[in-house]
């Protein structure tokens, strides 16, 4: 979907493109509809497809289950340039797989927004190039360890467990049985 940034994302690497290459970055943009019709998804293949000097990016469709967490794990990082989500899964679970997330205020996270395992990025093309370039001159061990502190926000605050006993106490206390 448009409001995801994906296509800012790919004009703010083709910026950055010169040294992503250098350093042998690449980006794959994963979760592409099955939707032949799509024009938005539509426009960013022929895009792509016309772009020779983006030949380090890769699109593919949705993933999910295994696959998609082979995904997550295989990745260095994990970019989400969204104007607006209700609450980034997509960003969760690349903290819990220990990536470095560079995301927004609109991925809408109360925790490890502001923590070492994010490089915050607006979305506009100008703040996600200045964050990718951060990100690049970042050590793997750096990144890795930043990507750890992801994996321990989501174990403190997003474990399912918890937020579903918040959800009926809750419940409990509208129901006035606290």
Request: net charge positive; aromatic share 10%.
């Amino acid at each position: 979907h448009k409001k995801k940034g994906i296509d800012i994302l790919i004009k703010a690497w083709g910026e950055v493109n010169i040294i992503a290459k250098k350093n042998n970055w690449e980006l794959n943009i994963v979760g592409f509809s099955n939707d032949k019709d799509n024009v938005f998804e539509k426009k960013i293949l022929n895009n792509l497809a016309d772009n020779n000097n983006l030949s380090n990016i890769t699109v593919s469709k949705a993933v999910f289950g295994e696959a998609m967490w082979n995904n997550y794990y295989k990745c260095d990082s994990f970019i989400l340039p969204t104007f607006s989500e209700g609450s980034s899964i997509a960003v969760l679970n690349a903290w819990a797989s220990g990536k470095l997330c560079l995301t927004t205020k609109g991925a809408n996270l109360k925790y490890g927004y502001n923590d070492v395992c994010t490089i915050k990025i607006k979305p506009t093309i100008e703040s996600i190039k200045n964050g990718l370039l951060y990100l690049f001159n970042l050590s793997d061990e750096e990144i890795s360890q930043r990507g750890l502190v992801g994996k321990e926000v989501v174990s403190k605050y997003y474990l399912w467990e918890d937020i579903a006993n918040t959800h009926i106490d809750i419940y409990k206390g509208i129901l006035g049985k606290n």
